[in-house]
C-alpha cells in the first residue's frame, strides 16, 4: 500500500495502517541475506517515514507519548546508522576523486582501504544476530500506534501537527545559514525530510501542488544527505580508525570535502528560499482547504465497486454450472439421434 492517508477514511485507522505496513517493510528488509547494504537502506527509510508520522500526529497521541516513541524509533535507526555510513563513504570517495578538481587517487585508495576494513568488522559474523534482534524490536515498535491511542486523532490535529514540524524545518533553515555547522545542516536535513514525508502522507489533498512540494523537498534532502555524507568521512578520516592517514592526506581529502560541501550549500539555499517561503500558519492552512475540497470532489465521483472475492467465486461457479448443463443436454441428444 501507498504510504499515503485516504481521503474520507477513518484517519485512526490510516495512521495505523501505514505504521504497520512500514514496520513490516524493516523486518523484511532485515531478514534479507542478499545486497545487505540495500536492505539496511530499506530498514532505514521505513523508520525514518514512521518517525515523520508520529511527529504529523504528535498534537493527537500526546507530547510524552510522543518523545517516547520517536527516541525509540530514533534508537533502532541508530543501531544501523554505523553500517549505512560505512557502506556510504565508498561512494562519497568515489564523487570526491572523479569530480572535478577531486581527491588524488592515492590518497582515495588510502583511505578506502580504511573504510572497507571497517566495513569488513561491521558486516561481520555478528550482523545477522543484531538484525534479528532489531527484527523483535520492530515488533514491539506496534505499540506506539495503538487503537485506542490513535482514536482520537481529527483533521486539525494532523494541521497541527504539519504547522509546528514545518515551523521547525524552517527554523533549522535559517539556522543552519547562521552558524553553518556540519551539526546544523544535519539538523535542517532531518526536519526538510520529515517535511517531505508529511508531504507525501498528505499527497491525496492535490496531487498535482502538494506533489512539487514533495518533490522539492525530497531534491532538497538528497543535497542535504551528501553534505552529511562528506562530513561524516571526514569525521571518519580524523578518528582512530585512520591514525595511518598522513597530515599531507588529511589537509587534501580536508580541502576536496568542504569545496564539495560550499557548492551543495550554495545550491541548497535556493531550494530552501522556494520550500520555506511560506508561513507555517499559511501552509498548513493551505493544506487543510486542499483536503476538505479534495473529500468533497470526491464525494462527487461515482464509488467504484469491485466485486468481491466471494461474489466472482459465486459467479464463476454459476457460470461453470450452466456450461456443464449444456454439455450434458448435448450428449442425452445425441445419444437419442438413431444413427445413418
Not at 514491539?140 to 486539525?156: C, Q, W
Request: a positive charge; charged letters at 30%.
Amino acid at each position: 500500500m501507498a504510504y499515503r492517508l485516504k481521503l474520507k477514511a477513518s484517519l485512526a485507522l490510516e495512521v495505523r495502517r501505514i505504521a504497520l505496513e512500514q514496520i513490516e517493510l524493516a523486518r523484511s528488509a532485515l531478514s534479507r541475506r542478499s545486497d545487505h547494504a540495500s536492505a539496511v537502506h530499506d530498514a532505514r527509510r521505513s523508520l525514518k517515514r514512521l518517525r515523520a508520522m508520529l511527529r504529523l500526529v504528535r498534537p493527537a497521541v500526546g507530547e510524552s507519548w510522543f518523545k517516547h516513541g520517536n527516541r525509540q524509533l530514533a534508537d533502532l535507526g541508530q543501531r544501523l546508522s554505523r553500517r549505512r555510513d560505512l557502506d556510504v563513504m565508498v561512494v562519497t570517495l568515489s564523487k570526491l576523486e572523479n569530480g572535478s578538481g577531486g581527491l588524488a587517487k592515492a590518497v582515495a585508495d588510502r583511505l578506502r582501504r580504511s573504510v572497507q576494513r571497517s566495513r569488513r568488522r561491521a558486516n561481520g559474523p555478528v550482523a545477522p544476530q543484531s538484525d534479528r534482534s532489531l527484527g523483535s524490536d520492530l515488533r514491539r515498535a506496534e505499540r506506539l500506534f495503538p487503537g485506542e491511542r490513535l482514536r482520537r486523532i481529527e483533521l486539525k490535529h494532523i494541521a497541527d501537527g504539519l504547522q509546528q514540524s514545518y515551523r521547525r524545518a524552517r527554523h533549522a533553515f535559517r539556522e543552519a545559514y547562521d552558524c553553518s555547522s556540519d551539526e546544523a545542516f544535519h539538523n535542517w536535513r532531518k526536519t526538510t525530510q520529515a517535511h517531505w514525508r508529511h508531504m507525501q502522507l498528505l499527497g491525496r489533498g492535490w496531487p498535482e501542488s502538494i506533489g512539487a512540494r514533495a518533490a522539492e523537498a525530497k531534491e532538497l534532502s538528497r543535497l542535504l544527505g551528501e553534505d552529511h555524507d562528506l562530513s561524516v568521512l571526514l569525521a571518519f578520516a580524523r578518528g582512530k580508525e585512520c591514525s595511518h592517514l598522513s597530515a599531507p592526506d588529511l589537509a587534501a581529502l580536508t580541502a576536496a570535502c568542504l569545496a564539495a560541501q560550499g557548492q551543495i550549500r550554495d545550491v541548497a539555499k535556493l531550494h530552501g528560499e522556494r520550500l520555506f517561503a511560506d508561513r507555517p500558519g499559511q501552509l498548513s492552512k493551505r493544506i487543510l482547504r486542499y483536503w476538505k475540497a479534495a473529500e468533497g470532489l470526491s464525494s462527487l465521483l461515482p464509488p467504484v465497486q469491485e466485486p468481491s472475492p466471494t461474489r466472482l467465486t459465486a459467479r464463476a461457479l454459476a457460470a461453470a454450472s450452466r456450461a456443464s448443463a449444456g454439455r450434458s443436454r448435448s450428449r442425452r441428444q445425441n445419444r437419442k439421434q438413431p444413427s445413418a
